[in-house]
T-cell receptor
Framework: GQQLNQSPQSMFIQEGEDVSMNCTSS?????WLWYKQDPGEGPVLLIA?????ELTSNGRLTAQFGITRKDSFLNISASIPSDVGIYFC??????????FGGGTRLMVKP | DAGVIQSPRHEVTEMGQEVTLRCKPI?????LFWYRQTMMRGLELLIY????????DSGMPEDRFSAKMPNASFSTLKIQPSEPRDSAVYFC??????????????FGSGTRLTVV
């Protein structure tokens, strides 16, 4: 079945720094989604990408759908303490189930 | 919309006891998913339903786990008997389509289960 490799597994950064994380797949997807899970809560959708090469922003967050359709990137600019949490990528192909990555745990030092 | 509602938020039980987790999906969503999250294994899909019918339960760890969806607005995940290794956060999610449609899955806030 499809597998998503998400990296890094964890990051510990200083407030104000930019953050980059990515997901790669062994097969193609039609849709890439990025979720954030706050401590003690369920994952919440941040950004959805529907076309290869698409670049989408949501405030300080920017995500890209790789042109090969096998990868996606999420960048966070000027991190703040409330960015702490676990970020998940998810891919979907042709109406099939979402496949989730293993998550990137982000910690921000004030 | 109140989102996906799960209860209880926290459950502490003794080994061997029966545990029932509850989920109310978003009205109009016809796909419902149960996930388990642990530090070691991340998010694991346990079972999902389309139009109240279980489609794939291959993720259910063993016979001690069972799930039902008697109607479009309610689902339960039951563990009987519970064991300490079942301790985890259990999430319910719903969507308008199996593949999530344009907005993916909407997750509840989870039930943190501790079996002592």
């Amino acid at each position: 079945g499809q597998q998503l490799n998400q990296s890094p597994q964890s990051m510990f950064i200083q407030e104000g720094e930019d953050v980059s994380m990515n997901c790669t797949s062994s097969s193609i997807f039609n849709t890439w989604l990025w979720y954030k899970q706050d401590p003690g809560e369920g994952p919440v959708l941040l950004i959805a990408l529907y076309k290869a090469g698409e670049l989408t922003s949501n405030g300080r967050l920017t995500a890209q759908f790789g042109i090969t359709r096998k990868d996606s990137f999420l960048n966070i600019s000027a991190s703040i303490p409330s960015d702490v949490g676990i970020y998940f990528c998810a891919g979907q192909y042709a109406g099939n189930m979402l496949t989730f990555g293993g998550g990137t745990r982000l910690m921000v030092k004030p | 919309d109140a989102g996906v509602i799960q209860s209880p938020r926290h459950e502490v039980t003794e080994m061997g006891q029966e545990v029932t987790l509850r989920c109310k999906p978003i009205s109009g969503h016809n796909s419902l998913f149960w996930y388990r999250q642990t530090m070691m294994r991340g998010l694991e899909l346990l079972i999902y339903f389309n139009n109240n019918v279980p489609i794939d339960d291959s993720g259910m760890p063993e016979d001690r786990f069972s799930a039902k969806m008697p109607n479009a607005s309610f689902s339960t995940l039951k563990i009987q008997p519970s064991e300490p290794r079942d301790s985890a956060v259990y999430f319910c999610a719903s969507s308008s389509k199996q593949g999530g449609g344009a907005y993916g899955y909407t997750f509840g806030s989870g039930t943190r289960l501790t079996v002592v």
